[in-house]
């Protein structure tokens, strides 16, 4: 009797961690800006090996892009906008919650591995054998690229106007375009597939990235952003090459 009893508590356990097994993790989704794919997807696998009933999922795109996504009703936890005009976007329309400053970003040319086009300045990007490729205007990439040809005076007609950063990158890495701008975290991720020039402060333009939580969001999306923000995650963002906020 005793051995029949031991049998069905052991049976019972058994089960008990089967379900415990089972159960569905925490699901949050996180919207992020296209620059931020490497350091995001690190501190997401941090966070995730932190919280191990969490699982982060990530939607990365342009700033705007995702604005409007968030807006028209796509499921979404926390957004992170590599601009405060695209953050504002979905503030107006309560989609998310006040935004808070996270790190901040800064614009450079990238050229492909080899520079074959000799690009060494801004100047040169207005030469009329130049290809030059920029984000949309749209996104906050775009807009960064139009006020530093501005800034500089240089008057520069880009080849094409791409969705997000990352657009612009693929095509420099390929060999697509003789240049294109890109923030300076761009020219990082990409290693020694490209080759960054440095653009005079002067005329350079800074992003100030923002992060806010949706307002029906689990505590679980707080505790991210919380984490995006704490020392940790800021370490992974400057190992990216982002400026402290």
Request: aromatic content about 6%; proline content about 7%.
């Amino acid at each position: 009797m005793r051995g029949a009893t031991i049998a069905i508590a052991a049976a019972a356990a058994l089960l008990l961690s089967a379900c415990s097994a089972g159960e569905e993790r925490d699901v949050i989704t996180v919207s992020a800006a296209a620059s931020l794919t490497d350091a995001f997807t690190e501190i997401g696998d941090a966070y995730m090996a932190a919280h191990p009933d969490t699982e982060v999922r990530f939607n990365f795109a342009g700033s705007s892009t995702l604005a409007e996504q968030i807006n028209a009703g796509a499921p979404v936890d926390a957004f992170a906008a590599a601009s405060p005009a695209t953050m504002q976007v979905a503030v107006e329309s309560e989609s998310v919650g006040t935004p808070r400053v996270f790190a901040r970003n800064s614009m450079s040319i990238a050229v492909p591995d080899g520079n074959p086009a000799g690009i060494s300045s801004l100047e040169d990007l207005a030469r009329p054998d130049v290809t030059v490729i920029v984000c949309n205007p749209a996104v906050p990439c775009g807009a960064g690229a139009a006020l530093v040809f501005e800034n500089s005076d240089e008057d520069v007609t880009p080849a094409s106007l791409e969705p997000d950063v990352r657009a612009v990158l693929t095509k420099i890495v390929a060999d697509e375009a003789d240049a294109g701008l890109v923030y300076r975290t761009d020219v990082t991720a990409a290693g020694a597939s490209v080759e960054g020039i440095a653009i005079p402060d002067d005329v350079n333009v800074t992003n100030d990235y923002l992060i806010a939580v949706a307002p029906d969001a689990p505590a679980s999306a707080v505790d991210f952003v919380d984490f995006v923000s704490s020392p940790d995650g800021q370490q992974v963002l400057a190992s990216w090459g982002f400026l402290t906020p």
